[in-house]
């Protein structure tokens, strides 16, 4: 029998950030502890040991960094902590996270899609990415945020640049850029002290937090410039790819995109599949505190490991027929937004964002197709999606109509 080409799975390769998935496979059936020596990483990519060791953050810590390079592991960020740090944290930021909260913000979101959108009818072509995908959860964060209207082109230009960043060495432009939106948050964080409002840093400026000895304390600025600048980064780019990878989606399986067009209550199946098909954050790292050893190979203690959940959505092992997108597949096991101590807080807003963002489009246009050649993918350290998405759009007879209502 002949050997199969040599397996490497290098996240920065080109045509691996075009399409993963084939390597995926690979992984799992011929490695599903692989070690990538000049990255110097190990990767689970099987969906039970991906679910396991999310699950056991004692021995896969993040508190080295998530990333390949870990260089965010020197950042007061809540991701790369572990308890019981990481628990008195997270306690401060998931109040603002409440059921009631997030469903009221749903008429400001569905105004601000039909304000970005409005503007584009009578195009022919537009720049889905640019004109909607990115600005619609840059609103919504800012919104929750309170960031003033002047400042937020400027945020998302300088939140562009610092995600491109991501996964190599930064260009000095987008170093700046780091700078520069770090010195700009933590300034309004300190703006807010002395005029507080109704958003959510004001309200975490008066929340008493857990000092770890019994009693509470309140959070300092530093504290609050923090949780800006995480609140602003992860609400952002995560959930502009997520509406770009799910309008590929459909794009793709115009069977189903058929179905929810004539049935917008399947939006909510569209959202959960497109996080499954293609999701956002496609590996979350972590390092060993001890020795492991998987499927017969030993990762030592002190290791980078990818806990992959990009290839685990797609194991066959657990979602028969992964490459189809299947708007009638059970999804209550999915892992697109991580799992345990460090589950996504804001997987609630995001899939109400993307929910309303799929509604507002395709009420406008049912029809729309890609650009030849109009899809570009960013490579984003562990995120996917696109960075160009250039739409050719028919609008629908009529005035345009609310799908769900
Ligand atoms: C489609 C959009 C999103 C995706 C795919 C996503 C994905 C993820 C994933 C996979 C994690 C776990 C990281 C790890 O285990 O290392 C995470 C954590 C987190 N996400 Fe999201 N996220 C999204 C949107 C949001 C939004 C809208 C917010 C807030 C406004 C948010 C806030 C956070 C925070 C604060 C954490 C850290 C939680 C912790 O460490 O305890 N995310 N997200």
Same mark, same amino acid.
């Given at each position: 029998?002949?050997?199969?080409?040599? $397996?490497?799975?290098?996240?920065?390769?080109?045509?691996?950030? !075009?399409?993963?998935?084939?390597?995926?496979?690979?992984?799992?059936?011929?490695?599903?502890?692989?070690?990538? +020596?000049?990255? +110097?990483?190990?990767?689970?990519?099987?969906?039970?040991?991906?679910?396991?060791? =999310?699950?056991?953050?004692?021995?896969?810590?993040?508190?080295?960094?998530?990333?390949?390079?870990?260089?965010?592991?020197?950042?007061?960020?809540?991701?790369?902590?572990?308890?019981?740090?990481?628990?008195?944290?997270?306690?401060?930021?998931?109040?603002?996270?409440?059921?009631?909260?997030?469903?009221? @913000?749903?008429?400001?979101?569905?105004?601000?899609?039909?304000?970005?959108?409005?503007?584009?009818?009578? @195009?022919? /072509?537009?720049?889905?990415?640019?004109?909607?995908?990115?600005?619609?959860?840059?609103?919504?964060?800012?919104?929750?945020?309170?960031?003033?209207?002047?400042?937020?082109?400027?945020?998302? !230009?300088?939140?562009?640049?610092?995600?491109?960043?991501?996964?190599?060495?930064?260009? #000095?432009?987008?170093?700046?850029?780091?700078?520069?939106? /770090?010195?700009?948050?933590?300034?309004?964080?300190?703006?807010?002290?002395?005029?507080?409002?109704?958003?959510?840093?004001?309200?975490?400026?008066?929340?008493?937090?857990?000092?770890?000895?019994?009693?509470?304390?309140?959070?300092?600025?530093?504290?609050?410039?923090?949780?800006?600048?995480?609140?602003?980064?992860?609400? &952002?780019?995560?959930?502009?790819? $997520?509406?770009?990878?799910?309008?590929?989606?459909?794009?793709? &399986?115009?069977?189903?995109? *058929?179905?929810?067009?004539?049935?917008?209550?399947?939006? #909510?199946?569209?959202?959960?599949?497109?996080?499954?098909?293609?999701?956002?954050?496609?590996?979350?790292?972590? %390092? %060993?505190?001890?020795?492991?050893?998987?499927?017969?190979?030993?990762?030592?203690?002190? !290791?980078?490991?990818?806990?992959?959940?990009?290839?685990? $959505? &797609?194991?066959?092992?657990?979602? #028969?027929?992964?490459?189809?997108?299947?708007?009638?597949?059970?999804?209550?096991?999915?892992?697109?937004?991580?799992?345990?101590? =460090?589950?996504? @807080?804001?997987? *609630?807003?995001?899939?109400? +964002?993307?929910?309303?963002?799929?509604?507002?489009? @395709?009420?406008?246009?049912?029809?729309?197709?890609?650009?030849?050649?109009?899809?570009?993918?960013?490579?984003?350290?562990?995120?996917?999606?696109?960075?160009?998405?250039?739409?050719?759009? %028919?609008?629908?007879?009529?005035?345009?109509?609310?799908?769900?209502?």
């Amino acid at each position: 029998m002949r050997a199969g080409p040599e $397996l490497v799975y290098d996240p920065y390769d080109a045509a691996i950030v !075009h399409n993963p998935f084939p390597v995926y496979a690979r992984l799992r059936d011929e490695a599903p502890v692989y070690r990538n +020596e000049q990255l +110097e990483f190990y990767a689970l990519s099987r969906y039970a040991d991906v679910v396991e060791a =999310h699950l056991d953050y004692e021995t896969f810590s993040s508190a080295k960094g998530v990333t390949i390079e870990g260089d965010e592991a020197a950042t007061p960020l809540l991701i790369v902590k572990d308890p019981p740090e990481h628990t008195l944290h997270r306690r401060i930021v998931a109040p603002l996270f409440t059921p009631r909260r997030i469903s009221a @913000l749903e008429p400001f979101i569905r105004q601000t899609a039909a304000e970005l959108l409005d503007p584009l009818a009578g @195009l022919d /072509t537009f720049e889905f990415v640019d004109e909607f995908a990115i600005r619609l959860p840059m609103h919504v964060i800012s919104e929750l945020l309170d960031i003033p209207l002047e400042l937020r082109d400027e945020i998302v !230009h300088l939140a562009g640049l610092v995600a491109s960043g991501l996964g190599r060495d930064a260009s #000095p432009e987008e170093a700046v850029a780091a700078k520069g939106l /770090t010195v700009l948050l933590v300034e309004l964080a300190s703006q807010r002290r002395r005029q507080p409002g109704s958003d959510l840093v004001s309200l975490l400026m008066t929340t008493p937090v857990d000092d770890g000895a019994g009693g509470t304390r309140m959070p300092g600025d530093a504290e609050l410039g923090t949780r800006f600048l995480e609140l602003a980064f992860a609400g &952002h780019e995560t959930v502009a790819k $997520l509406i770009s990878n799910a309008i590929i989606a459909l794009k793709w &399986h115009p069977d189903e995109r *058929s179905r929810v067009v004539a049935d917008p209550g399947l939006l #909510p199946k569209a959202v959960e599949e497109a996080l499954r098909w293609d999701p956002p954050s496609h590996y979350q790292g972590r %390092t %060993t505190t001890r020795e492991v050893t998987l499927h017969g190979v030993t990762i030592p203690a002190d !290791h980078r490991v990818l806990l992959m959940t990009g290839a685990a $959505l &797609h194991d066959a092992r657990e979602f #028969p027929d992964p490459e189809r997108y299947d708007l009638d597949r059970p999804l209550e096991r999915h892992v697109g937004f991580g799992l345990g101590r =460090h589950m996504c @807080l804001g997987s *609630s807003l995001a899939r109400m +964002e993307t929910r309303v963002a799929l509604e507002e489009f @395709l009420t406008r246009y049912a029809d729309w197709e890609l650009v030849e050649g109009g899809a570009v993918r960013a490579l984003q350290g562990n995120l996917r999606g696109l960075k160009q998405l250039q739409v050719s759009v %028919t609008p629908r007879a009529g005035r345009p109509q609310t799908l769900s209502r």
